[in-house]
C-alpha cells in the first residue's frame, strides 16, 4: 500500500540553525500538507501546496518558514532559523485530487531546537 | 479559537463493548469531516470521514453519525479490540469555500480511547 515518508525521524538542531525537513508523498497525489504537533496540543495545520505553488498557509506559516517541491518527488519544508519554539512533530501529509477529502499522513519528523 | 472540540481527553472502554468518540464543530463552513487514530510515535491514519450532506457512514466495525442541526459528530465502535486502543482524531474541511480543495484539516486535540481485557 503506498505511503508518505518523511526523513530524518529525529533532528536535533541549535536555535538559530536551518532545517530543511523532508517528505516523499504518495506518488499520484496532486496536493500537499505540511502540519505540526507541538507536545501535548493538537495538530496544526501550516501550509498546503497545489501545482508547484503555496495555496494556503496558517498564521502560523510565517517568513520562517519555505516549502518546495524540487524534483518531482519530494516535499520539503524550510525553517530559516530555528527557534524553541519550532520544536514539535512535523507531518507531511498528501491528498489525491479535488475529487477527494482524505489527506494521508506520514509518520512524521521529530524537531529538537536546543 | 477551538473551532473543534472533543471535550473527552480520555475514554475507557471495555472490550467487546461499544466506543462512542465525540467531537464538536463550530464553523458553518465546513462541509467535510474525518476521523483519524493514532499510535505514540506515529502519524495520523485516516480511519473514517463524512461528508456534511449526509448523516451517517459506516465502514465495518466503524460509524460516524453527523448532525449538523447541533454540528456535532461521533465515532462508534463495535465491538471494542485491544488494537483500537490509541488517540483518535476529529477533523474538519472547509474545502468547498477554498477553491480546489487545497484547504488544511482542522483538528480537534484528540481523545485517548483505552479498551480494556
Known amino acids: 500500500e503506498p505511503e508518505v515518508t518523511q526523513t530524518p525521524s529525529h533532528q536535533v538542531t541549535q536555535m538559530g540553525q536551518e532545517v530543511i525537513l523532508r517528505c516523499v508523498p504518495i506518488?499520484?497525489?496532486?496536493?500537499f500538507y505540511w502540519y505540526r504537533q507541538i507536545l501535548g496540543q493538537k495538530v496544526e495545520f501550516l501550509v498546503s501546496?497545489?501545482?508547484?505553488?503555496?495555496?494556503?498557509k496558517s498564521e502560523i506559516f510565517d517568513d520562517q518558514f519555505s516549502v518546495e517541491r524540487p524534483d518531482g518527488s519530494n516535499f520539503t519544508l524550510k525553517i530559516r532559523s530555528t527557534k524553541l519554539e519550532d520544536s514539535a512533530m512535523y507531518f507531511c501529509a498528501s491528498k489525491g485530487d479535488t475529487q477527494t477529502y482524505e489527506q494521508y499522513f506520514g509518520p512524521g519528523t521529530r524537531l529538537t531546537v536546543t | 479559537d477551538q473551532q473543534v472540540k472533543q471535550n473527552s481527553p480520555s475514554l475507557s472502554v471495555q472490550e467487546g463493548r461499544i466506543s462512542i468518540l465525540n467531537c464538536d464543530y463550530t464553523?458553518?463552513?465546513?462541509?467535510?469531516f474525518l476521523w483519524y487514530k493514532k499510535y505514540p510515535a506515529e502519524g495520523p491514519t485516516f480511519l473514517i470521514s463524512?461528508?456534511?450532506?449526509?448523516d451517517k457512514n459506516e465502514d465495518g466495525r466503524f460509524t460516524v453519525f453527523l448532525n449538523k442541526s447541533a454540528k456535532h459528530l461521533s465515532l462508534h465502535i463495535v465491538p471494542s479490540q485491544p488494537g483500537d486502543s490509541a488517540v483518535y482524531f476529529c477533523?474538519?474541511?472547509?474545502?468547498?469555500?477554498?477553491?480546489?480543495?487545497?484547504?488544511?484539516?482542522?483538528f480537534g486535540k484528540g481523545t485517548h480511547l483505552i479498551i480494556q481485557p
Open positions: 506518488s499520484n497525489h496532486l496536493y
Open positions: 501546496f497545489y501545482n508547484n505553488e503555496i495555496s494556503e
Open positions: 477533523a474538519a474541511s472547509a474545502s468547498r469555500y477554498s477553491g480546489g480543495g487545497a484547504d488544511g484539516l482542522t
Open positions: 463524512i461528508s456534511s450532506i449526509k
Open positions: 464553523n458553518s463552513m465546513f462541509d467535510y
